[in-house]
């Protein structure tokens, strides 16, 4: 089973404070875990990544988390800007290959 | 990281006619691949389209309604072919592994 859940579809938080963004997954066997921010007219863009082998990994405001036992992966955006409103996903390949599944992603609007 | 452009930005076509979009990568790119967004939905992946080979189709797709090209290690085109309204979607291209680097899509609108 390599379903990717994203269990809320939007989250809105004020500028300045923390965007926590939540994934689940059910299959162990990914050696890398990545996050996409999309905005609306445009292609996914790529934003952090982290590697099975570690619980964390930090680039500027960006955070990813990553808790092996519980079978979840989280963004946390700190401090959170207007610009980062956008479609946040977390995309599974298939196994063995780079294509990837996409769920439906979580909407975060950044209020000013 | 790779600077990827589509052809059209945006088109609106009539039932039963066929769309070209193409797909241009600023390096040379083994692995491509083209997805689908469909109002409301998510991304899904069409095909991969490696140089040298026959694209690959993901489970629900055709080559006769989705026929893809690979001349060369930096450009790739999807033809939607015989076209539905169903098939109104953004239309994306994407390059890479791990990492991977999407264009900025093509909207088609089918009435």
């Known amino acids: 089973d390599q379903q990717v859940k994203q269990n809320s579809p939007s989250l809105s938080v004020q500028e300045g404070r923390i965007s926590i963004l939540n994934c689940d997954y059910t299959?162990?066997?990914?050696?890398?875990f990545l996050w996409y921010k999309k905005y609306p007219a445009e292609g996914p863009t790529f934003l952090i990544s982290?590697?099975?082998?570690?619980d964390k990994n930090e680039d500027g405001r960006f955070t990813v988390f990553l808790n092996k036992s519980a079978k979840h992966l989280s963004l946390h955006i700190v401090p959170s800007q207007p610009g980062d409103s956008a479609v946040y996903f977390c995309?599974?390949?298939?196994?063995?290959?780079?294509?990837?599944?996409f769920g439906t992603g979580t909407r975060l609007k950044v209020l000013a | 990281s790779a600077v990827i452009s589509q052809k059209p930005s945006r088109d609106i076509c009539q039932r039963g006619t066929s769309l070209t979009i193409q797909c241009q990568v600023d390096?040379?790119?083994?692995?491509m691949f083209w997805y689908r967004q469909q109002p409301g939905q998510s991304l899904t992946l069409i095909a991969t389209a490696n140089q040298g080979s026959e694209a690959t189709y993901e489970s629900g797709f055709v080559i006769d309604k989705f026929p893809i090209s690979r001349p060369n290690l930096t450009f790739s085109t999807l033809t939607v072919s015989n076209m539905s309204p169903e098939d109104s979607s953004i239309y994306l291209c994407s390059v890479g592994s791990r990492e991977q680097y999407f264009g900025p899509g093509t909207r088609l609108t089918v009435l």
């Open positions: 982290i590697s099975s082998i570690k």
């Open positions: 299959n162990s066997m990914f050696d890398y």
């Open positions: 995309p599974r390949p298939t196994s063995g290959t780079y294509k990837y599944i």
């Open positions: 390096s040379q790119v083994t692995m």
